[in-house]
């Protein structure tokens, strides 16, 4: 079956740094798009960054441009996110996903949350 498994938040200090990552199982990863979203405590879930598979083309959301980086590693169906210069409305619980399982509203993982606060 298809899994996504987050990794790699924590607590963590305003302007400090984290690397998620995000190990895929159970599909060809290097043929999908792929997503980070996160979902504040008492918010819905929002798109972060996302990245193509034809060409490693990103997207991010407009609060994130210039202090995340999401990047894949093919050979070992890993994504992930950088995180730098974090501020506290960074905190949230940090999911990974295809695209098109998005679409299809197939069930999510746990996520990894990240706390950001002195």
């Known amino acids: 079956q298809v899994q996504l498994v987050e990794s790699g938040g924590g607590l963590v200090q305003p302007g400090g740094s984290l690397r998620l990552s995000c190990v895929a199982s159970g599909f060809t990863f290097k043929s999908y798009a792929m997503s980070w979203y996160r979902q504040p405590p008492g918010k819905e879930r929002e798109l972060v960054a996302g990245?193509?598979?034809?060409?490693?083309?990103?997207n991010y959301v407009d609060s994130v441009k210039g202090r995340f980086t999401i990047s894949r590693d093919n050979s070992k169906n890993t994504l992930y996110l950088q995180m730098n210069s974090l501020k506290p409305e960074d905190t949230a619980v940090y999911y990974c996903?295809?695209?098109?399982?998005?679409?299809?509203?197939?069930?999510w993982g746990q996520g990894t949350p990240v706390n950001v606060s002195s």
């Open positions: 996903n295809a695209d098109i399982f998005v679409k299809r509203k197939w069930p």
């Open positions: 990245i193509d598979y034809v060409d490693d083309k990103t």
